[in-house]
């Protein structure tokens, strides 16, 4: 089964200071991997995703996030933190194939992104 | 487009009653799932559909119950609500064409507290 390890359940920086949430998957063939955020009350929303095209994807908000598939990782990370971008994160994988039970997403525990003034 | 829609937005029950939490889509999605968040947790799969007629189980899914009897909709039954089943449960739904595009999409949640 999938397995996803987000490290750090707190992250905090300054405002314009690099942001970098991290996310290991456990998996031998390289899944399809998403990475998601949560405003306070709300649902989730899609930040961007990996579904083996290029290495590095950029999504929303100015977030980017590399597959390194030697490491396991799809750490996401921002240049310059904006006050806004205080938010639950998380990281998500699923199966690739087309049968349904590979659209199930496993997510991590996330981590909650604080950023200071 | 409404997206995906989930009513309530919240309900406290009492243990032992029973509910059913509503989840609505237009968007022409075969599948959809419902995760429950609880803090620290992460989202965990309770029930999903890959269409009408068709549903399978989650990672979570005793004390839950569902049906899929027509492509928009996807209800979850809660049959005799306990204290452990206190959560904040998602709906969500994807296009399961077969192609790479497996991106959900989420519905604002409802918050259930039971007593």
């Known amino acids: 089964a999938q397995s996803v390890t987000q490290l750090g359940s707190h992250v905090s920086v300054s405002e314009g200071a690099l942001v970098l949430l991290r996310c290991n998957y456990s998996?031998?063939?390289?899944?399809?991997l998403f990475w998601y955020v949560q405003y306070p009350n709300q649902g989730l929303q899609l930040l961007l995703k990996?579904?083996?095209?290029?290495?590095l994807v950029k999504g929303i908000n100015g977030f980017e996030a590399e597959f390194k598939k030697s490491e396991t990782s799809f750490h996401l990370t921002k240049p310059s933190a904006h006050m806004s971008d205080a938010a639950e994160y998380f990281c998500?994988?699923?199966?690739?194939?087309?049968?349904?039970?590979?659209?199930?997403?496993?997510f991590g525990k996330g981590t909650l992104l604080t950023v200071n003034p | 487009n409404a997206g995906v829609t989930q009513t309530p937005k919240f309900q406290v029950l009492k243990t032992g009653q029973s509910m059913t939490l509503q989840c609505a889509q237009d968007m022409n999605h075969e599948y959809m799932s419902w995760y429950r968040q609880d803090p620290g947790m992460g989202l965990r799969l309770i029930h999903y559909s890959v269409g009408a007629g068709i549903t399978d189980q989650g990672e979570v899914p005793n004390g839950y119950n569902v049906s899929r009897s027509t492509t928009e909709d996807f209800p979850l039954r809660l049959l005799s609500a306990a204290p452990s089943q206190t959560s904040v449960y998602f709906c969500?739904?994807?296009?399961?064409?077969?192609?790479?595009?497996?991106?959900?999409?989420f519905g604002p949640g409802t918050r259930l507290l039971v007593l």
């Open positions: 998500a994988v699923s199966d690739r194939g087309s049968g349904g039970s590979n659209y199930k997403l496993t």
């Open positions: 990996y579904t083996s095209a290029a290495t």
């Open positions: 969500a739904s994807t296009v399961a064409a077969g192609g790479p595009d497996k991106t959900q999409y």
């Open positions: 998996s031998s063939v390289p899944p399809y």
